[in-house]
T-cell receptor, first 111, second 116 residues
Framework: EADIYQTPRYLVIGTGKKITLECSQT?????MYWYQQDPGMELHLIHY???????EKGDLSSESTVSRIRTEHFPLTLESARPSHTSQYLC??????????FGSGTRLTVV | GESVGLHLPTLSVQEGDNSIINCAYS??????FIWYKQESGKGPQFIID?????DKRQGQRVTVLLNKTVKHLSLQIAATQPGDSAVYFC???????????????FGQGTILTVHP
């Protein structure tokens, strides 16, 4: 069973709304990641964190922001959602080793 | 830049056959590779990994082969079952230092369909 949780699983929201996608893990992992994935396509890293108060932008430019105030929590925020933000957002975490654990994702649709 | 890509976007096999999914990577500094399985509506699930100091690694019904000379990775699934139907991604990571440290780079997925 996954120990990393994402909410909501599905979200349909209007253009211009502010949204926050939640990601929490109970494994005490220091490293956490946000990936963006279009259907059937590869995952693109948009944000990562190596610990509390540490956040970095990933390889794919994103208008979203993240915060890491607690080890277990790594929320992603869009201040003003647009249709171009429609995608699936996957959160992952890992300890010092190699294994990544992924959440089930949030499928976001902006209308 | 770094990239990881798959040769075939779709693969259809009969139940019981063996499946082979291929992946090419371009970053010669990549030294750790992972195969993930992603079922519809779920996040990627770890299948098997291999380090660059190995050529082959076996798991339960799965084998990963690494050819560093041609930067090629493959996943072999023995006796494929309908439950194996999913999208399969390869991913690479450089464990060296630098800005790419610890980050996975994914290729485009291959859709595996197993027919009963």
């Amino acid at each position: 069973e996954a120990d990393i949780y994402q909410t909501p699983r599905y979200l349909v929201i209007g253009t211009g709304k502010k949204i926050t996608l939640e990601c929490s893990q109970t494994m005490g992992h220091d490293k956490m990641y946000w990936y963006q994935q279009d259907p059937g396509m590869e995952l693109h890293l948009i944000h990562y964190s190596y610990g509390v108060n540490s956040t970095e932008k990933g390889d794919l430019s994103s208008e979203s922001t993240v915060s890491r105030i607690r080890t277990e929590h790594f929320p992603l925020t869009l201040e003003s959602a647009r249709p171009s933000h429609t995608s699936q957002y996957l959160c992952a975490s890992r300890a010092g080793g190699d294994g990544y654990t992924f959440g089930s994702g949030t499928r976001l649709t902006v209308v | 830049g770094e990239s990881v890509g798959l040769h075939l976007p779709t693969l259809s096999v009969q139940e019981g056959d063996n499946s082979i999914i291929n992946c090419a990577y371009s970053n010669s500094a990549s030294d750790y590779f992972i195969w993930y399985k992603q079922e519809s509506g779920k996040g990627p699930q770890f299948i098997i990994d291999i380090r660059s100091n190995m050529d082959k690694r076996q798991g339960q019904r799965v084998t990963v082969l690494l050819n560093k000379t041609v930067k090629h990775l493959s996943l072999q699934i023995a006796a494929t079952q309908p439950g194996d139907s999913a999208v399969y991604f390869c991913a690479e990571k450089s464990v060296a230092g630098g800005t790419s440290y610890g980050k996975l780079t994914f290729g485009q997925g291959t859709i595996l369909t197993v027919h009963p």
